[in-house]
């Protein structure tokens, strides 16, 4: 089942938190001169256009990256996500975002790669064209999970691995323990940055329990309610699990996450979450 879409939801509150983390894992890992890989298990399309139909009738990145467009208060923390956004309306005005593999074509250096998967029939043309001169790049038509076995431990031994599934199905909820497991097993020391939705409470503490019965350790949990928690339908929060997190990402989440919410949330529902779901 193929049904999700990014083009729906681009640039939204969910995208403006997970592509923030990923912006400062990229740059943190830029600290050093050793090259290392971006894998993106469930890449999208790559660019989407606000403008479209899609994005016209939820509206959705209205009250997400158009709530911190052209803002000149922003904590430094946003400048890397914030400038890779700006790369694609140098016009000023806001019509494109750039999807988790374009922040990450923008952000890394010459010496990195990229490796990317996507499944859907439309979306991934779309993204192979963005990298098509890309000497960087792989793009593949292909299951993200199986990545997580094939792609890892990457010949450079440093690397992200963002997993970002649309939970269409209830079972991608034990499919990214099982992956995150396996990639784990052949490298331990890579950064997992695994996004996921609070649209029923109790999905989520379920699959941080399995994750937690992985013995994986070092895991941070980082979230933004818009909402409080409800049975109704519909997504009140979404969340990045990072693992082996960068040192400074928790420090930087600590200034950016309150932030976050008072832009994203005028109203002041909802909350932040910034915490230990394992530690060292
Ligand atoms: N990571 C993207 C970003 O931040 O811009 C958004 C990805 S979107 C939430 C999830 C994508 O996963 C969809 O485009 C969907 O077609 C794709 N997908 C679904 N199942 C997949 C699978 N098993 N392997 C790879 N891609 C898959």
């Known amino acids: 089942m193929l049904s999700y879409r990014h083009s729906f939801h681009a640039g939204n509150h969910a995208d403006v938190l997970k592509h923030t983390v990923q912006s400062l894992i990229i740059e943190s890992l830029k600290e050093k001169d050793k090259p290392f890989l971006y894998l993106d298990t469930h890449a999208g399309a790559g660019r989407y256009q606000l403008s479209s139909e899609r994005a016209e009738r939820t509206g959705e990145y209205?009250?997400?990256i158009a709530r911190l467009w052209q803002r000149d208060d922003l904590p430094a923390e946003f400048e890397p996500y914030m400038s890779a956004v700006a790369h694609f309306n140098r016009t000023g005005q806001l019509r494109y975002y750039p999807?988790?593999?374009l922040i990450a074509r923008q952000l890394l250096r010459e010496q990195d790669s990229l490796q990317l998967t996507e499944l859907h029939p439309s979306d991934f043309p779309l993204l192979r064209?963005?990298?098509?001169?890309?000497?960087?790049?792989?793009?593949?038509?292909?299951?993200?999970y199986q990545q997580l076995k094939s792609k890892l431990p990457p010949p450079s031994r440093r690397g992200l691995i963002l997993i970002d599934p649309p939970y269409e199905i209830k079972?991608?909820?034990?499919a990214v323990v099982q992956g995150i497991s396996e990639g784990h097993r052949r490298f331990a020391t890579?950064?997992?940055?695994l996004w996921y939705p609070v649209v029923l409470r109790a999905q989520i503490k379920r699959?941080?329990?399995e994750l937690e019965a992985t013995g994986i350790r070092r895991i941070?949990?980082?979230e933004l309610a818009v909402r409080p928690d409800s049975d109704q339908r519909g997504m009140t929060a979404s969340g990045m699990i990072v693992i082996n997190p960068p040192w400074k990402l928790e420090q930087q989440m600590a200034t950016a996450l309150p932030w976050l919410h008072k832009t994203l949330v005028p109203s002041g529902t909802g909350h932040t979450t910034l915490s230990w779901v394992v530690p060292e």
Do not use: C, H, N
Request: proline letters at 3%; charged letters at 30%.
């Open 220 to 222: 941070l949990q980082i």
């Open 207 to 209: 699959m941080l329990k």
């Open 62 to 64: 209205l009250e997400g």
């Open 190 to 193: 890579g950064t997992y940055a």
């Open 129 to 144: 064209g963005e990298f098509q001169k890309d000497s960087r790049a792989r793009v593949e038509r292909a299951d993200g």
């Open 171 to 174: 079972s991608d909820y034990q």
């Open 99 to 101: 999807g988790s593999p």
